[in-house]
């Protein structure tokens, strides 16, 4: 069988295609191991050949698709895999914030797969132990003839602005100085639109319009999938909900707060294209 997959970063394939080389994503409680070699950085994509110490400590083993047309699989590992040599502990949000497009997706995959897995071992329907399915991503309930997919959760997150302005809003546990668009979960049977206009409601009081579509994201917290837009205010009073929101203010595009997301995260994309549109109007 002849199996399509793309040359260039992930390719998300349930099947195998038997390829020379074989790679390794090492995942460690909410950890990323590094492969840090003497003669070059630290490598998310581990040759198989130079994983081979990390299997003393492996307790679970899955098969991500293929990465630059390679095998890769996510391991998952004891703690105790942080004391091989040769290798670097990174903090998953760490990591995805320096992270291409490309090794972003591939980090969120094994982050997605590993928690999957270890969530839905039985059945929610009648208690069994699930098997993994051989020719797809699912966990199979044999009894019941249910499979279990990996879990994915829709969110909207916005950049709502007014001319040259945007709005920030800071979360309760976060420092003073740390602001981020608006975001939220699709509920069940609302379409993304109409997620947009009640998130951005209910969280400061703004109605929206002209609601724009940029792009999407994977985010492994645990598996977000964030559908990013910018949206323009109606008005510019804003009333926080006191709950989700603890402050929010209008931010021009040469003033933004300290601490904002980078540009890796769809968070920063969203402010970095205000910016940029700001800038070509405003100058």
């Known amino acids: ?4 997959f793309k040359k260039e970063g992930l390719y998300a394939s349930s099947l195998r295609v038997n390829s020379e080389e074989k790679l390794v994503i090492a995942v460690m409680g909410q950890d990323i191991l590094l492969h840090a070699s003497q003669d070059s950085v630290p490598r998310l994509a581990i040759a198989a050949e130079d994983a081979d110490i990390l299997k003393f400590f492996c307790v679970n083993r899955v098969h991500l698709g293929q990465w630059w047309g390679s095998d890769c699989e996510v391991w998952e590992l004891m703690p105790e895999a942080s004391g091989c040599d040769g290798f670097v502990a990174v ?3 760490t990591l ?3 992270s291409a ?3 972003f997706s591939l980090a969120s995959r094994a982050m997605q797969l590993v928690d999957w897995h270890k969530k839905h071992q039985f059945c929610g329907q009648c208690g069994a132990s699930n098997r993994v399915s051989e020719t797809e991503h699912a966990l199979v ?7 279990q997919y990996p879990r994915i959760s829709p969110c909207v997150i916005v950049a709502v602005v007014s001319g040259d302005r945007c709005l920030f809003a800071r979360h309760p546990n976060w420092p003073e100085n740390r602001y981020s668009t608006l975001a939220g979960f699709i509920e069940a049977g609302e379409s993304a639109e ?3 206009h009640r998130e951005v409601f209910e969280e400061v009081g703004i109605e929206i319009q002209n609601i724009r579509y940029v792009g999407s994201q994977a985010w492994p917290y645990p598996g977000q999938l964030m559908l990013g837009y910018i949206a323009e205010a109606k008005s510019e009073n804003i009333k926080i909900d006191g709950v989700e929101i603890a402050e929010a203010r209008w931010f021009k595009y040469d003033q933004l707060p300290s601490l904002v997301a980078p540009t890796t995260i769809m968070a920063g994309r969203l402010i970095q294209q205000f910016v940029d549109e700001s800038k070509a109007v405003y100058g």
Not at 141 to 147: D, H, L, M, S
Request: glycine share 0%; net charge negative.
């Open 1 to 4: 069988m002849i199996i399509p």
């Open 91 to 93: 903090e998953l949000r």
């Open 96 to 98: 995805l914030a320096q």
């Open 101 to 103: 497009d490309a090794e």
């Open 141 to 147: 309930c044999e009894p019941c003839a249910i499979r």
């Open 194 to 196: 109409q997620a947009l």
